[in-house]
């Protein structure tokens, strides 16, 4: 009898703890939603006035591309002084401010807007912020005359050497919540499925692109945070588009390839840490590591809680920099050339594993963060930045 009650109390401890996590996480979504909520309305009450901007609107003479293509150049190439008109050459973490942008600021500013907007209506279920989201991706996937065509061959040229790199991808890191954005509009009838079955027919001839040509093989192979966030931007396209080959193949690339050859057994990436700007971007791949897990984990196969066998996990990433986030004079490593005042923000990384671990130090430093930063170099190196697309999901 006694051995009896003792299993009957565990179980009941076991269902106490277990409704305490659930209740835990829900308070946690809740304070970071109360954090945004009035300033995303108010925000998205001034895009209700702003009008689609996409590709077709800008051009520059040195694109090899047509006016519908995407066009971008190398960030860290510049005009070489002993060879005017010639090749450019690199200045790894120093940003060419004569380079052409239009088209890459075009896309953060779609993200912006339709994010912000369908935050809104996710806050208010009211229908005229569903429907300026929809007037904004008609325009950038659907409209023939000024849409994007689903592919960058064009992106991150570099003048004299070539006209595109498979490493000019990144700049498709900013479509992620346009697409998560896309999915809950048209999960929950935000927007007609007929105009969805359009947008998505968009992201999946893109998704297809950039698994099959030689660029985007070229960014899936490569060896540090360009390939993290080429699976952000698939895993991001795959569950839009119910493309269950390529969620797999995230899957496992995440546990194989991107965990394993990335990360050291301390957590660190030191990949980002030989970089001229190794705070940034040792932020900005464990930001991308973890938008990867957020967007694919499920109860049966969850990345947040993967290990590798020598004990390499995104915990295990958390633990490393977490304490540089919270306090980055305690930074042991070389101070970045660019940009070192403006970090941290409201980093996803510390969203999306609080909520995965139920950790509410992260949520307090996270809501200690800037939400909104305004330098336009920190915006470009955060493309997940609205909460409310990832926590108000139900």
């Not at 835990?24 to 009008?51: C, G, M, P, W, Y």
């Not at 401010?97 to 806050?123: C, G, K, Q, Y």
């Not at 633990?319 to 490593?333: G, S, T």
Request: proline share 5%; glycine share 4%; charged share 20%.
């Amino acid at each position: 009898m006694t051995k009896v009650v003792y299993i009957i109390g565990a179980l009941l401890l076991s269902a106490a703890m277990l409704s305490s996590h659930l209740f835990a996480s829900d308070a946690l979504k809740d304070k970071v939603i109360q954090s945004v909520k009035e300033t995303e309305i108010a925000r998205a009450k001034a895009f209700l006035h702003a009008n689609p901007v996409t590709v077709a609107h800008a051009s520059c003479e040195r694109s090899a591309g047509g006016q519908n293509d995407f066009y971008s150049e190398g960030d860290y190439w510049w005009p070489d002084p002993e060879n005017p008109g010639g090749p450019y050459i690199q200045k790894d973490g120093q940003t060419n401010p004569d380079n052409f942008t239009a088209h890459r600021l075009a896309m953060i500013r779609l993200s912006e807007i339709v994010a912000t907007l369908t935050s809104a209506w996710l806050l208010t279920n009211e229908q005229m912020y569903a429907d300026k989201a929809l007037e904004h991706l008609n325009a950038w996937f659907v409209d023939s005359a000024t849409l994007m065509n689903p592919h960058m061959l064009y992106a991150q040229a570099i003048y004299g050497r070539v006209t595109g790199r498979g490493i000019g991808l990144i700049d498709a890191y900013h479509f992620v919540e346009v697409a998560q954005s896309v999915k809950l509009l048209s999960d929950k009838g935000g927007i007609p499925a007929g105009q969805a079955a359009k947008i998505k027919n968009w992201f999946s001839e893109f998704l297809t692109w950039m698994t099959t040509h030689e660029y985007g093989i070229a960014e899936m192979n490569w060896h540090n945070n360009h390939a993290t966030c080429w699976a952000a931007t698939a895993s991001s396209m795959a569950v839009l588009t119910d493309n269950k080959e390529i969620i797999k193949l995230c899957k496992d690339r995440f546990k194989n390839i991107l965990l394993p050859d990335q990360m050291a057994v301390d957590g660190s990436f030191p990949l980002e840490l030989k970089r001229t700007k190794p705070y940034g971007y040792a932020l900005f791949n464990i930001d991308a590591f973890c938008t990867v897990a957020q967007i694919l984990s499920t109860p049966e196969d969850n990345l947040w809680t993967y290990e590798t066998s020598d004990g390499k996990s995104l915990k295990k990433g958390m633990e490393f920099i977490y304490p540089f986030i919270k306090d980055k004079n305690q930074w042991p490593f070389d101070k970045d050339i660019y940009i070192w005042d403006e970090w941290p923000v409201r980093h996803p990384a510390l969203l999306f594993s609080a909520m995965a671990f139920n950790n509410q130090e992260f949520i307090e430093t996270y809501l200690r963060l800037p939400a909104y930063p305004t330098y336009p170099e920190v915006i470009r190196n955060l493309p997940v930045r609205h909460p409310v697309l990832w926590l108000k999901v139900k």
